[in-house]
């Protein structure tokens, strides 16, 4: 039990260490999700995430993959939220068209926020698996320098919450990368399987 002691409190900090600074990285998203205006694809990624999860209409934003804007639009579900009518015109004025109706005839201040934190959860989940991916590699200490970068770098923090597919893209490829190095310094029937489903995520 003595020689597992160092270990169990070692473990601990690092635990702990890693959620301050996803915290502190959080926060930052939270700030910046509340203070920066609207983007101009924002409106329409997130109402085409709304029109997925309350009509399966799937043809709005065609030209973009639906996973970042139903985690958008998820926390909007419970909220009465009035819809623009939907004109019959060419897709693509009518997504952003629409979208900037959606927003501003609601309270815009609130959805883009509520959408933004989701997508923040990308971020985060990014930052966690740089961690991770450092820490198998080359110990806690690189590991430690890499989120701690990350947590502060000024890009993420700016795109980081923002209803956009970036960071979600810069995620799926960071896992679909990483897991199959992973996956060729060790191969493993377990390791191909989390492989292939970082690559799935990635598309």
């Known amino acids: 039990m003595e020689t597992q002691k160092p270990t169990d409190s070692r473990r601990i900090l690092v635990v702990a260490g890693v959620l301050l600074l996803l915290a502190a990285m959080a926060t930052q998203l939270a700030l910046s999700a509340r203070r920066q205006s609207q983007t101009f694809d924002e409106g329409a990624h997130i109402f085409s995430g709304y029109r997925y999860w309350k009509n399966f209409d799937y043809g709005f934003n065609p030209e973009h993959p639906p996973l970042v804007k139903l985690i958008a639009a998820l926390p909007l579900l419970g909220l009465p939220l009035r819809t623009p009518p939907i004109p019959d015109a060419d897709f693509k004025m009518l997504e952003f068209r629409t979208g900037r109706d959606f927003l501003y005839g609601n309270d815009a201040i609130a959805i883009l926020f509520r959408a933004r934190m989701a997508v923040a959860s990308f971020t985060l989940c990014l ?9 198998s590699m080359w110990g806690d200490g690189p ?3 890499a989120l701690g970068l990350f947590a502060f770098d000024p890009n993420f923090l700016a795109h980081g919450a923002l209803v956009t597919t970036d960071i979600a893209v810069t995620l799926g490829i960071f896992l679909g990368v990483g ?19 970082a690559a799935a995520l990635c598309l």
Request: glycine residues 4%.
């Open 127 to 135: 930052a966690l698996c740089i961690f991770l991916f450092a820490r």
């Open 143 to 145: 590991a430690f320098l």
């Open 179 to 197: 897991s199959f190095y992973l996956y060729w310094k060790k191969p493993t029937a377990w390791r191909l399987v989390c492989a292939g489903l």
